[in-house]
Nanobody
Framework: QVQLVESGGGLVQAGGSLRLSCAAS????????MGWYRQAPGKQREFVAT???????NYADSVKGRFTISRDNAKNTVNLQMNSVKPEDTGVYYC????????????WGQGTQVTVSS
């Protein structure tokens, strides 16, 4: 079993910065890619960024150039540095990881609220 715990959410003004962290525990040897999704009020959950165990990254177009995902394999953490935030970045941010190789599946964190004020 893998468990994920997010931290770092909060209230930030537009144009500011925020850093989210996600710590994995449990059967961490089975972790592959890690990343973030977000869900705004009344909207579906959407992809934000992902990073492979080889540190290859991928970003949603809406956050490219503003957000940076990073990973510390020694600490089993994934971070999301959010710069130049906009009100439309508001939502609950969920950390996820892909576990296993033969039949991979996703594990989700409980989410952390990010609110960007204009």
């Amino acid at each position: 079993q893998v468990q994920l715990v997010e931290s770092g959410g909060g209230l930030v003004q537009a144009g500011g910065s925020l850093r989210l962290s996600c710590a994995a525990s449990g059967s961490i040897f089975s972790i592959n890619a890690m990343g973030w999704y977000r869900q705004a009020p009344g909207k579906q959950r959407e992809f934000v960024a992902t990073i492979t165990d080889g540190s290859r990254t991928n970003y949603a177009d809406s956050v490219k150039g503003r957000f940076t995902i990073s990973r510390d394999n020694a600490k089993n953490t994934v971070n999301l540095q959010m710069n130049s935030v906009k009100p439309e970045d508001t939502g609950v941010y969920y950390c996820f990881t892909v576990v296993g190789s033969t039949r991979p599946y996703n594990v989700w964190g409980q989410g952390t609220q990010v609110t960007v004020s204009s």
